[in-house]
Every structure is written in structure tokens, then in C-alpha cells.
């Protein structure tokens, strides 16, 4: 079975051209246009690895990692962070508990061999 991604990006251009180009890697995907939206998502079904913009309307980023650090069900699940904001200026980058923080704009390629490279972690169990 296919390693499952969740997709929270607000921008519907990047959010589509982020699922075709991970689905053409080989991963299922659903996608969410926040965080709120990403946690009803989790709760349907679990995702193995999730992908989300740090900025969006609704819920952002900071809040999402932070739910899912706080879901005894979920804490595990990685999570990549986009962000446009610099790494350095990413306020609280570490309270963050991302997995991996990725500048945008990011090359498809390396998000492809990150998520691939985290799911050995997982599996590996750490």
C-alpha cells in the first residue's frame, strides 16, 4: 500500500501541483487548504507523513504541528514544513517539532527524498 501524504497548503495552484507531483512519486495524497481542515483529515484516516505550509488563514502551521505533537495518536506522524519565511526568522522554529523545515520556493525532487528518507525513520522507529 502506498505511503499516504497529507497536503495542507492554502494556495490551490501549489496544493494541486504539490499532490500531482508526490502521487506521481508513488504516495496517496489528500490534500487541505488549512490546518483545521488537516486535523479533520487525521482523524478519518491517519496519514503517514504530513506536508504543510507554516503561513494560512483559519489555523497556520504553528498550530497545526502543535496539535499534533499534543494527539497521543498522531504525535509521531512527521511533519515537513514549506515555508517562504527563512528559517531564521521562522519565529519559535524549534516549539515548531517539525521533522524537517523546507524553504519555498523547494525543489519536488528533495521533498520527494525527504518524506522518502523520514518514512525509513519511521519504520525504523525512530
Known sequence: MAPKVLIVEDEPELRTALRVRLSASGFACETAGN?????????????????????????????????????QGLADVPVIVLSAVP?????????????????????????????????????LGG
Do not use: N, T, W
Open 87 to 123: 528559517r531564521h526568522a521562522i519565529e519559535g522554529a524549534e516549539s515548531l517539532q517539525a521533522s524537517r523545515i523546507m524553504a519555498k520556493p523547494f525543489d519536488a525532487r528533495e521533498l520527494v527524498k525527504v518524506i522518502q528518507a523520514l518514512l525509513r525513520e519511521a519504520a
Open 35 to 71: 490546518g483545521k481542515e488537516a486535523l479533520a483529515a487525521m482523524q478519518r484516516s491517519r496519514p503517514d507523513v504530513v506536508v504543510a505550509d507554516l503561513l494560512m488563514p483559519v489555523m497556520d502551521g504553528y498550530a497545526l504541528c502543535r496539535r499534533i505533537r499534543e494527539d
